[in-house]
């Protein structure tokens, strides 16, 4: 099992940026991709960006341009760096792993919440 635990939310302004952290309790070299994902509310859970262990980066179509994702292995640590945000980025923000898929692998923990005003 790992547990996986978010932060860096906040309410920001419409144009404005955000890093959101990951930290695994083990070694993220472990997995084959981990994932960001979001949950707006009244919508289903949406994959936002995933990178996988040899650092290969995908990106939902919403995000392209906007949102980087990237892993410092020696921290266990997954980042999600957001820029020109949009209302429509509001939602709450999960990581997750994938162990030999793109599917995530574990529990969801609390997630982070960012909220973008307009």
């Known amino acids: 099992q790992v547990q996986l635990v978010e932060s860096g939310g906040d309410l920001v302004q419409a144009g404005g940026s955000l890093r959101l952290s990951c930290a695994a309790s083990?070694?993220?070299?472990?997995?084959?991709?981990m994932l960001w994902y979001r949950q707006a509310p009244g919508k289903q859970r949406e994959l936002v960006a995933g990178?996988?262990?040899?650092?290969?980066?995908s990106y939902a179509d919403s995000v392209k341009g906007r949102f980087t994702i990237s892993r410092d292995n020696a921290k266990n640590t997954v980042y999600l760096q957001m820029i020109s945000l949009k209302p429509e980025d509001t939602a709450v923000y999960y990581c997750?792993?994938?162990?030999?898929?793109?599917?995530?692998?574990?529990?969801w923990g609390q997630g982070t919440q960012v909220t973008v005003s307009s």
């Open positions: 997750n792993a994938g162990l030999a898929t793109w599917r995530p692998t574990y529990a």
């Open positions: 083990r070694s993220i070299e472990s997995f084959n991709v």
């Open positions: 990178i996988t262990r040899s650092g290969f980066t």
